[in-house]
């Protein structure tokens, strides 16, 4: 079964637009993490989250984590494309080997229309 | 630049060959990870070193046989690999396995197997 659930999992925005992309988990989370792809490489942090109701931001992205810690929004701002990629939330959830992992989401691709 | 390199970038290799893919880290950290990018599917976690360690053997097949000489560098060799698994192969480092312990990646390995 799928960990975390990102929605929407595609998503075209006309150049200064807002937008949100949800990441949702069936477990409470220890820690939240949101990267950003670009398509066949690396994943660049962008911001992680711990406390219940925290909220980040970094130049124009704010991301919040919800009071239960189960669900997470990345929230962009007059979207440029810039911000074109594919969005990835990670979780640090405990595995059956008692270790801390993370995660991932099937990942957001972002357009951004010129 | 996230402090984390890989190489080869691309590597092309026939079922019969081995190979090995390289990952460096820059940053002082004590963890890596070995993780596996297929089209549509969340990161796969395949390895994780801990104080040179190995901490997670997530049920990777044998002919994928990861190397932690010290906490600088990470191997990982292939050998007899099959056409699935061509993938993109991404390597992170954190200053340990730890909740809230951010991992960065590197810029990955794309492989094709034919």
């Known amino acids: 079964s799928q960990e975390l659930e990102q929605s929407p999992q595609s998503l075209i925005v006309q150049e200064g637009k807002n937008l949100t992309i949800n990441c949702t988990s069936s477990?409470?989370?220890?820690?939240l993490y949101w990267y950003k792809q670009k398509y066949g490489e690396g994943l660049i942090f962008l911001m992680m989250?711990?406390?219940?109701?925290e909220e980040k931001s970094h130049e124009k992205i704010t991301a919040k984590l919800d009071e239960k810690k189960q669900q997470s929004s990345l929230h962009i701002t007059a979207s440029q494309p810039s911000h074109a990629g594919i969005y990835l939330c990670?979780?640090?959830?405990?595995?059956?080997?008692?270790?801390?992992?993370?995660?991932f989401g099937t990942g957001t691709r972002l357009t951004v229309i010129p | 630049e996230t402090g984390v390199t890989q190489t080869p970038r691309h590597l092309v290799m026939g079922m019969t060959n081995k190979k090995s893919l390289k990952c460096e880290q820059h940053?002082?950290?004590?963890?890596m990870y070995w993780y596996k990018q297929s089209a549509k599917k969340p990161l796969e976690l395949m390895f994780v070193?801990?104080?040179?360690?190995?901490?997670e053997n997530n049920s990777v097949p044998s002919r994928f046989s990861p190397e932690c000489p010290n906490s600088s560098h990470l191997f990982l060799h292939l050998h007899t690999l099959q056409p699935e698994d061509s993938a993109l192969y991404l390597c992170?480092?954190?200053?340990?396995?730890?909740?809230?312990?951010?991992?960065?990646f590197g810029p990955g390995t794309r492989l094709l197997v034919l």
């Open positions: 990670g979780a640090d959830i405990l595995s059956e080997t008692g270790a801390n992992n993370l995660f």
């Open positions: 989250l711990q406390k219940g109701g």
């Open positions: 992170a480092s954190s200053l340990r396995q730890a909740v809230w312990e951010t991992q960065y």
């Open positions: 477990k409470t989370l220890y820690g």
């Open positions: 940053l002082g950290h004590n963890a």
């Open positions: 070193y801990n104080f040179k360690e190995q901490t």
